[in-house]
């Protein structure tokens, strides 16, 4: 097999958007097609993707009928107060909707997330994580730091080392986490989140929680409930990954009264598009797709992880959310981009995570899809391991 | 008639969100039905909306299909560089793809224009304008001076009195004009944009020009003959104003590629979502629907005109656009409050200009709408002016 990707410097800015698109393990994103159909010559029908993380279920049945009259709701400016669309969210979330702050995707929210940080004060973020927050700290010259957690102890926060990291950073304004965190998939604990917190209510810290993924784990492990009593928390949420409408665009995000205002003082009006908000009003009444997302992503979780585990060259990591990640042992990088490119060449997209802080080319996030489609990745993983050792 | 407004503080903090919602004739933008529903106690089909500016021949023909299957557009991640669609637009307009920026709507595009300008550096506003570019350049803490326009002249822009004036201006960083321009409805005349921008060249100046409403008038008016030699020469474009799809969310600005990529870096992945993308390359193929739209709107709009002027009690601005500026000569406040709930309460809703810096609550904004719906509005208007003179 021809590489294609033998001579890519690994490790390069992988935020940058030239040059990127033409390098499939360097993409900084999953979900993205392109690289892979430029680079196989393949089309974009020839891939199962497994570096997105979305629903494999696809939309609910409550959204066809909505989609299908979409003109419906174009021909008019969206509301920008987004008054209906919030009172339905917040009522699903169990808030005021004064609590609600709504987003062309939780990606705009993220990027409006420094207008409450004081000027001159800085970033922490728990590592690996979803790489927008760094990118939107930094264009807002914001300085970032990085508190990277061990795969070793499954990526779990060491609540006390973290503190007294924190206790040398004076002028920290914001944390962001990840729960269940983007790649790692695991929740962070109570007791953890709990310390935490009142460490930050008390310097007056942002204490700001990625829960895209809540949904797939459980609502109830949502840190929702302590929202009333503590002002800096923010929660970011996410209504496309669930419910599979990635195109759509739209998210949320739950905080502070106060903040909320001071956040949508720097939003354009009209961010969130009408088809978005007829959605959204829908998918929050369809709490059986919920528990059918559950309890699919639940046993096909269990399958993968179960069956991966039994292979001895990766290392699989325990997931909350709809994806794993595993790691590659006795890897170099050459190995990594051979394993990465026998995917790519037989149509299946990984998500290598060489460009998130704390991993390295060795690790991959493989997104949860149908038995079918699992089946045969654990097939082609089989045989390529096979092959290798053999 | 119960006046509803009539203690209202005319020229309150008309951006601020609290407190406008429920003033109708204070809204800080045109076409939200919201408070005048909540002031009148109808429903938002009892209106007819003469206060927003979009097409009113309803979105073309193509968009029904493309809408039909919206959800086909829904269920991947949007390519985050928009190559397809901005080379699609490219080429509609006559550029190379490296000279566009897409949006969620132009106003992201507004709002990510301070990026563009040097920390220190102000900005010079042409007076009356579309809101958002002062609240875009307020919220990145850049200074804002109006340069007001003056309705005796029809609003054209004395260049010669407006460069002495930016002379005294040292730390200027970007001028922004509109052409045709909202609220007032005229174009920027070929040879004071020429000199301005050849000013603006010399001393690096980011000239602003807004075209949303370009389309409605003739694109050969626009000023995008003069983008590959002007390199500060920045075009901000809607693509659902003209096409009758605000709730969509679709713009573009042209500008220098070395912008373009400036502007980018500070936009948040994923912006565009995937029916807008679907929709937006279908739109630019559609030549027969904008020669109908200008056939259409050219032939209402001098209905409109020529039966406005036949009222003397208001005068009358000429248009290149789909809507008409007139004022209400020998007016105090109480008498354009009373004007304005006169129509509310039949269920015409008008556009207040009172929140333009250079207009007051004398002006009014008025849609070019069907011909029917024109006609009723010149029968009431006619009415009206006959009670209160007679």
């Known amino acids: 097999m021809k590489s294609l990707i033998n001579t890519l410097p690994l490790g390069t800015e992988l935020n940058e ?78 808030v005021s909707t004064d609590w609600i702050a709504m987003g062309n995707g939780s990606t705009e929210l993220i990027y409006l997330l420094p207008h409450l940080i004081a000027p001159g004060k800085e970033a922490v973020i ?33 609540v006390d080392q973290f503190l007294f990291q924190l206790r040398q950073y004076p002028d920290l304004g914001g944390i962001v986490i990840g729960s269940p965190n983007n790649p790692t998939g695991n929740l962070l604990a109570e007791d953890a989140f709990r310390t935490l917190s009142v460490y930050c209510e008390k310097r007056g810290i942002f204490l700001i929680v990625d829960e895209t993924f809540i949904d797939f784990a459980s609502p109830q492990r949502s840190f929702i409930k302590h929202i009333a009593t503590a002002r800096h928390l923010i929660l970011i949420r996410s209504m496309t990954k669930f419910y599979s409408l990635p195109g759509l665009r739209l998210g949320f995000a739950i905080m502070n009264p106060e903040s909320v205002r001071k956040l949508e003082a720097h939003q354009p ?18 709490k059986k797709y919920c528990e059918q997302t559950r309890y699919f992503i639940q ?57 998130f802080v704390g991993l390295d080319h060795s690790f991959f996030r493989l997104a949860v899809r149908s038995r079918k489609d699992n089946r045969l990745f654990l097939s ?10 053999g």
Chains 1, 2 share one sequence.
């Not at 299908?68 to 009522?91: H, M, N, Q, T």
């Open 17 to 94: 958007k030239e040059g990127v698109q033409n390098h499939p393990m360097l993409a900084p994103h999953g979900g993205n097609l392109t690289p892979a159909t430029l680079a196989t010559g393949l089309t974009r029908q020839d891939f199962l993707d497994f570096s997105v993380n979305i629903n494999p279920l696809g939309p609910p049945d409550c959204v066809q009928d909505i989609c299908s009259r979409s003109i419906d709701f174009l021909g008019e400016y969206p509301d920008p107060d987004y008054g209906e669309l919030k009172k339905v969210v917040a009522d699903a979330v169990g």
């Open 126 to 158: 728990v590592s690996p994580c979803f790489s927008e927050y760094e990118r939107a700290f930094r264009q807002a010259d914001i300085s970032v730091r990085h508190f990277t957690l061990d795969p070793s102890d499954n990526f779990n926060l060491p």
């Open 269 to 286: 009006p009209w961010s969130v598009n009408g088809l978005a908000k007829a959605i959204g009003m829908a998918l929050v009444m369809d």
């Open 299 to 355: 046993r096909e979780k269990n399958f993968l992880y179960e069956n991966l585990q039994k292979i001895s060259a990766i290392e699989v990591f325990p997931s909350d959310a709809n994806f794993i990640l595993f790691r590659l042992l006795a890897e170099n990088e050459d190995k990594a981009k051979h394993f990465f490119e026998a995917f790519l060449f037989q149509g299946i997209v990984l998500r290598n995570c060489a460009n």
């Open 380 to 389: 082609k993983a089989g045989k390529y391991f096979h092959s290798i050792s």
